[in-house]
Antibody, heavy 118, light 104 residues
Framework: EVQLVQSGAEVKKPGESLKISCKGS????????IGWVRQMPGKGLEWMGI????????RYSPSFQGQVTISADKSISTAYLQWSSLKASDTAMYYC???????????WGQGTLVTVSS | EIVLTQSPGTLSLSPGERATLSCRAS???????LAWYQQKPGQAPRLLIY???SRATGIPDRFSGSGSGTDFTLTISRLEPEDFAVYYC?????FGQGTKVEIK
């Protein structure tokens, strides 16, 4: 069974750094792209970027380029999303998802809620 | 950059009725990469349709997708109580803004 399990909710202050994780199991982690999707409170889905854990090739949406860093450690089947300096506007639910062969996201993590508040 | 526009924003229907959701792209897109998702409150999105018309694993056949070029449609033939949710289309890096299907 394919599973993506994300790290737990975070509460941070503006300016702090953060790294959240997404652990894959039940499939060949290095053979599928993993993506990150943002959902701000009460809003829709936003495509942030994707990484291929096999070689760490990474693609970002222009809206998120330079704002976040996506990485992966294939030895532990885990992808990451990190911020160096959080802003209040980063408050959102963040989902990881596996990219299927038709560029859709066929399996999703449960989401990680990030709250940034002073 | 492709923009996907979904309509209507909200669809008010009764169980048993047919739902027709639209997704329009700002330029012609490959139907091979058009997907639809369902999201219920407090849950992650779930893939319903990929390649514009193929149902994902475990998706009931009351859900169907169609379209090509710039116009795509998700149809729910007979609404079940569990189908009331928000639906999103996606093409590559773009998501539509969503259509909420609510109980009338």
């Amino acid at each position: 069974e394919v599973q993506l399990v994300q790290s737990g909710a975070e509460v941070k202050k503006p300016g702090e750094s953060l790294k959240i994780s997404c652990k894959g199991s039940g499939y060949s982690f290095t053979s599928y792209w993993i993506g990150w999707v943002r959902q701000m409170p009460g809003k829709g889905l936003e495509w942030m970027g994707i990484i291929y854990p096999g070689d760490s090739d990474t693609r970002y949406s222009p809206s998120f380029q330079g704002q976040v860093t996506i990485s992966a450690d294939k030895s532990i089947s885990t992808a990451y999303l990190q911020w160096s300096s959080l802003k209040a506007s980063d408050t959102a639910m963040y989902y990881c998802a596996r990219l299927g062969t038709s560029r859709d996201f066929d399996y999703w993590g449960q989401g990680t809620l990030v709250t940034v508040s002073s | 950059e492709i923009v996907l526009t979904q309509s209507p924003g909200t669809l008010s229907l009764s169980p048993g009725e047919r739902a027709t959701l639209s997704c329009r792209a700002s330029q012609s897109v490959s139907s091979s990469y058009l997907a639809w998702y369902q999201q219920k409150p407090g849950q992650a999105p779930r893939l319903l349709i990929y390649g514009a018309s193929s149902r994902a694993t475990g998706i009931p056949d009351r859900f169907s997708g169609s379209g090509s070029g710039t116009d795509f449609t998700l149809t729910i033939s007979r609404l079940e109580p569990e189908d009331f949710a928000v639906y999103y289309c996606q093409q590559s890096r773009a998501f539509g803004q969503g259509t909420k299907v609510e109980i009338k």
